[in-house]
């Protein structure tokens, strides 16, 4: 069988730039995952883990010249947002480090035996330790953060899990050269390059999350090809945990008053979190409640300027492009709806951006509207258009689950007058990141982020960005009765590497 | 369609007792969510969910000697052990509402702004609430421990879920008596009885899992059932977690010079594990590695000892009784395989517990003994007579994973000699807790317990025993940007819950 080329493509003109690599058949994926899983102990050092992560967030920093370039030259995402996502990984991996070295992800408890318990509780000590091989496939919107050198990748290797990436095909001269910097990097450590894999091709994917030798896997993409994934790992002989990242269509509330005091400010801001990246974000606000009445009526019309002023953009490729087309006018035909500012194809290679308005009676029952509560990736959004606070509720009450769920309120509503806390209540179940008065877009990598909610939004409880994520990759082992010559060192009487640990009776 | 009969039954005389209830139809299980579902909010308040739990576990003391009596009619597991479980179901009880008191099973962290982090970070604080109704499965052979009063029960409620119930047919009426206590529990408290449904049949089973409005499902039992549960929890539209305790084999090394010194405790030892209980525990040690030589032929002599002098019993239904009588005949007309002592049927309603024994060389490829490394409940266990480490490691290799691996050491080992590290290094990847010089059968309630292993043992990376147990039932939100008084108490500046908090920034 013939190898089949993996081409780097420019999305600016739809040509193709260079052959990258192969599709990796099976017998290729077999041997990167066999490579992966021979050292999966080459990370077993804490000190040695966390100084990877470092070193490579500084070799990336110095490659970032030409990782900006080829990125751009295959994303079109352009310099700026791209040196910023490069930045935003490398701080990532550091955070990791920082998380590596601190050592609370661990999950330290040692209980000292009580013979007063029922039953009577023995010596136990129990931390965690690392799953083993996992797989990441990377997302076709972040080439860095959500990518090769990834939330994903740098919370698998704090765990001290190899990792073997599915490259996207949308940047796959990145991933190529990404995962060239990573290698060096585990080599300044004395660690096997190996501890990084990388395949291209659809059937490898499937491929690598059926590997026997696989015990874990991160994606971050779209609802289809991550459910064929997650259901492919829910079949295997021994399942393994998926955790992706699926889809959102990330509603906003705007309350009558916010509108009537800030509706200006609200149009402009919601123009620019949608339009951002040319809308491909999986946070991107998808439907806004506004409210009928002159304070909408503001609302979007400033909307409608602000997204008149904006520039058609290039998708991350054309397949993308012709669905946005399609899916645009498909939304723009139901009856009922409006396109104050008609999204659609702009020339051959680009899109421009846009907004429907629907009455939001129309989203309260099923039908064919339903289709305006799906994600539609690029840069459109519905703002529905709500009589009563009854109508928002119902609304709410129809949606699938959300990476993040937005309200805007007026100065007195956030002082505690009026529904906000209703309001705050009815969008708690239905999202990971509940917000007031700000925009989704931005997902902050920090120790109390959660990018992660009910499904579709992911696939399990877990998130992939900030600190937490390293808990996905991980798995506890209590040791019982076991000798103080034989504990591993984090479980013993004199704490030798000085962790966090709770401890039990009184030993 | 005629309604299909519970039975409540002997398992000492294979008899009828009384009719109990009558299956649930699909038609009554949504009405046991729906109202489950409708006050899933009944728990929020966290004084009033652990006063229910403490209260729950007063007024099962109260109903004691009836819970036990009846429990033993339909199980036929004696008054002194019930007696015993319920103890500890209650000492549960009182742990997880010392849990919820506690708080930091809500891994508050609160992220003051920091504009220095890459992005910047805003103002970001999270915990964590319940994920809502869940479905609970009960277990045949702990009618209390794991079953309607159980961990699973006992770590939804701590999280704050309403819970339904599948009742285990092996001990309906004690499911009934058992969740009209709890319901009592809750009203004392002002806590809608619906907080506990509970259904009957196997067909209810499936359709509880299948339920829009079930968010998670907890399970014990066999790897054939709970294996079927897990598929169809991971096949719906939307999949929910599914935390089974399925099936362990339990492995046990013994090294040769733990034999050559302490052969006749060892085999006396082991004796008593396996037969705990008719050998009903998902962690009796199934395949004991032992040396040939002097050594491991005196402890195979102590062991027929031990098993010879144990007396019959009956197993928790005659279903289960044929099933190992048959598994017991099938393991020991394998070729190479002995029985000292002859596991199999006693009397019409009774086993006899016995061990095989089997060269370990039988056990490094695969083939027909492959039966051996199948769990098989009931009192039995096969003792591998292995010649060198390297056919230890060999067997070991081959196992599926396990809630529990244990190695027997001598003095000299277990200060450090030998290879007494290296072993335990072979064992982590196989089990959740691992045992020194101990046997696998009691699993205390203690923080730094782990109920739980590579699959199948369970089919996600969590616990069912122990305070972490709750974490399944819970998942993170995070609020951004949302000004003092629309946040929930949990997350205020003053901390006015006085809950352990991690915060992060200068505030």
Not at 83 to 90: D, F, I, N, V, Y
Not at 377 to 395: M, Q, W
Not at 423 to 442: C, K, S, Y
Request: hydrophobic fraction near 45%.
């Amino acid at each position: 069988m013939a190898a089949v080329p993996v081409w780097s493509v420019d999305p600016r003109t739809g040509k193709r730039r260079e052959q990258v690599a192969v599709e990796a058949t099976a017998a290729e994926v077999d041997r990167e995952v066999g490579a992966a899983h021979a050292v999966r102990d080459a990370l077993a050092d804490r000190a040695v883990r966390a100084a990877f992560l470092r070193g490579a967030a500084d070799l990336l920093e110095e490659a970032r010249g030409d990782l900006v370039a080829v990125a751009d030259a295959e994303t079109a995402l352009g310099q700026a947002r791209l040196t910023g996502e490069l930045a935003r990984s490398c701080y990532q991996l550091r955070s990791f480090a920082d998380i590596v070295d601190e050592g609370s992800f661990l999950g330290i408890v040692i209980d000292h035996p009580d013979p007063s318990a029922t039953p009577p509780i023995p010596d136990l000590r129990r931390y965690k330790v690392p799953l083993g091989v996992i797989a990441v496939y990377a997302a076709s919107n972040f080439p860095f953060a959500f990518s090769v050198p990834g939330g994903d990748t740098a919370s698998a290797l704090a765990a001290g899990c190899p990792v073997v990436v599915k490259a996207h095909p949308d940047h796959p001269a990145t991933s190529e050269q990404v995962a060239a910097v990573l290698r060096r990097a585990a080599g300044q450590q004395g660690i096997s390059a190996d501890v990084i894999g990388l395949v291209h091709g659809f059937d490898a994917g499937v491929e690598l999350v059926r590997h026997p030798l696989v015990s874990g896997a991160g994606f971050t993409g779209s609802i289809r090809g991550g459910r064929a994934l997650f259901d492919a790992a829910a079949a295997r002989p021994v399942p393994i945990p998926f955790h992706g990242e699926l889809g959102s269509l990330n509603p906003v509330v705007i309350t009558e008053s916010a509108a009537a005091e800030r509706a200006e400010e609200i149009g402009s801001g919601l123009a620019g979190s949608m339009t951002l990246g040319v809308g491909q974000f999986c946070v991107k606000p998808g439907l806004v409640l506004a409210p009928s009445g002159a304070g909408g009526d503001r609302l979007v019309k400033s909307l409608t300027d602000a997204v008149s002023a904006t520039e058609s953009g290039v998708l991350l490729d054309h397949r993308m492009r012709d669905t946005f087309v399609e899916g645009a006018a498909e939304r723009a035909g139901l009856p009922d709806v409006d396109a104050p500012v008609t999204p659609g194809a702009g020339d051959a290679h680009t899109v421009s951006a846009g907004f429907l308005t629907v009455p939001a009676a129309r989203l309260t029952s099923s039908g064919e509207h339903d289709l305006l509560l799906e994600e539609c990736f690029g840069p459109l959004t519905v703002v529905a258009r709500y009589d009563s606070d009854a109508e928002v509720a119902s609304v709410l009450s129809r949606l699938p689950g959300n990476l993040t769920a937005t309200v805007h309120l007026s100065a007195a509503e956030e002082a505690g007058e009026g529904r906000g806390a209703e309001l705050l209540a009815e969008l708690t179940p239905l999202a990971g990141r509940v917000l007031v008065n700000a925009w989704p877009t931005g997902v902050a990598v920090a120790s109390a982020q959660h990018h992660g909610g009910p499904y579709p939004a992911t696939t399990s409880t877990s998130t992939s960005v900030g600190g937490t994520a390293i808990e996905r990759w991980l798995r506890p082992v209590a040791y019982q009765n076991t000798p103080e010559p034989l504990l591993p060192p984090e479980l013993r009487d004199a704490n030798p590497l000085s962790l966090p640990r709770r401890v039990t009776g009184l030993g």
